[in-house]
């Protein structure tokens, strides 16, 4: 028995067999994603680190549906906010693709919107040896499916509670009320519009960050507002450490903000470093696409289902990310927490078991999955 060659796994098929079906698969979420119409004006925001085959290949479709191309680089894409000179440019836009950190947050880019004007963010698509990822090919309807049956589970009518808990202790809540759930659940990515072909929309390409489970989007954007949200959170891991933590180390909020990181590790200290008085901006971007890795956090947090990550504005920008991370395509300013393992409920609904998260199960979206495979391969066979 000793020498004999077990086979009892099937080996990877050749690439030759599979490789160029795949590729077509995920060019339809591209042309999907990319929803240029006639006489679009597209404006690149990007940066000298981007793929120029990115650039290449929209621009390419661009052409193709009637568009035009106009290309704006920085210096990199950890951008803060608008440049005052770029202002006309983008509001001459009709359709901006952008690598640019401030694009979600810029009350310039919110206003265009508000206007109409479409977005893709593109921090997910550096590389255009990305379309050949799984989930590239991963069928954007179906994290549609996915981002709109985990919505259903917000209470409608009444305020309620997002209580994030794990087996380390973490206990931590956000509170709606009924409004802040209407103006969060409205937009395009939680009503599961993951092309760019809907006026306003913003949008994620590849398929892959959240929506956040709690946003600024849920008072309509406006920082002024406070969000009453208090308790402690024990990350896994965070962007920009090379391995999980060791350590059990406790996150402390009052409100908004982060008021105490206890433990002892070197990695303690750093996060102490930069946490403290940061405030909460993502709290919990939760991943959707079932293809994602579930245990790469780099750039922003995985986006594998149920994975979520904290994002934190700090108080001054971070030594220790410049030193480690001088390319991010962060700046320095924001640090990503990250819990593979949350179990999250709003109310009494349950949201993510364990880190699993359980739209995957439900009946419609099942339904959905079969008509483009095997329903428990797409959605539960995961990427490690
Ligand atoms: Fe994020």
Redesign the pocket.
């Known amino acids: 028995m000793s020498e004999a060659n077990y086979v009892g796994m099937p080996s990877a098929l050749p690439t030759h067999v599979t490789h160029t079906r795949e590729f077509f698969q995920a060019l339809d979420n591209f042309t999907r994603t990319f929803a240029f119409r006639p006489g679009d004006r597209v404006l690149f925001l990007t940066d000298p680190l981007l793929d120029p085959r990115v650039v290449d290949a929209i621009s390419g479709h661009a052409k193709a549906r009637g568009a035009s191309v106009r290309l704006l680089m920085e210096s990199s894409s950890r951008v803060e906010e608008i440049p005052g000179d770029a202002k006309a440019l983008l509001e001459h836009a009709t359709f901006v693709v952008s690598t640019w950190f401030c694009s979600i947050i810029d009350p310039f880019a919110i206003a265009l919107r508000k206007k109409g004007q479409r977005w893709v963010k593109i921090t997910y698509f550096r590389n255009l040896d990305l379309l050949h990822a799984p989930q590239a090919r991963f069928p954007i309807d179906l994290v549609g499916e996915l981002t709109r049956a985990t919505a259903a589970r917000y209470p409608t009518g009444r305020a309620f509670d997002l209580h994030f808990t794990d087996s380390r202790g973490s206990d931590f809540r956000i509170h709606f009320t009924p409004e802040m759930r209407e103006n969060m659940l409205s937009t395009n990515r939680w009503r599961g519009r993951m092309g760019a072909d809907e006026d306003g929309c913003y949008v994620h390409y590849l398929a892959s960050?959240?929506p956040?489970l709690w946003d600024h989007n849920a008072v309509r954007n406006d920082l002024s507002v406070p969000t009453r949200m208090s308790g402690v959170l024990y990350p896994q891991w965070a962007v920009g450490f090379a391995r999980p933590f060791s350590e059990r180390i406790g996150v402390h909020f009052e409100g908004e903000y982060v008021c105490r990181v206890d433990g002892e590790s070197e990695e303690a200290r750093i996060l102490r470093e930069m946490l403290v008085g940061g405030r909460m901006i993502?709290g919990g971007?939760c991943g959707f696409n079932p293809k994602a890795p579930r245990h790469t956090v780099y750039p922003?947090?995985s986006n594998a289902p149920g994975a979520l990550?904290f994002?934190i504005d700090l108080v001054k920008p971070a030594d220790y990310i410049r030193r480690t991370m001088p390319d991010w395509e962060e700046p320095p300013i924001h640090v990503?927490l990250v819990t593979l393992d949350a179990t999250v409920r709003a109310g009494e609904n349950l949201l993510i078991d364990n880190g699993f998260l359980c739209a995957l199960r439900d009946p419609e979206v099942v339904a959905a999955a079969a008509r483009f495979g095997d329903p428990v391969e797409l959605l539960e066979a995961g990427v490690a």
């Open positions: 960050h959240g956040n993502e971007g922003a947090g990550h994002g990503d």
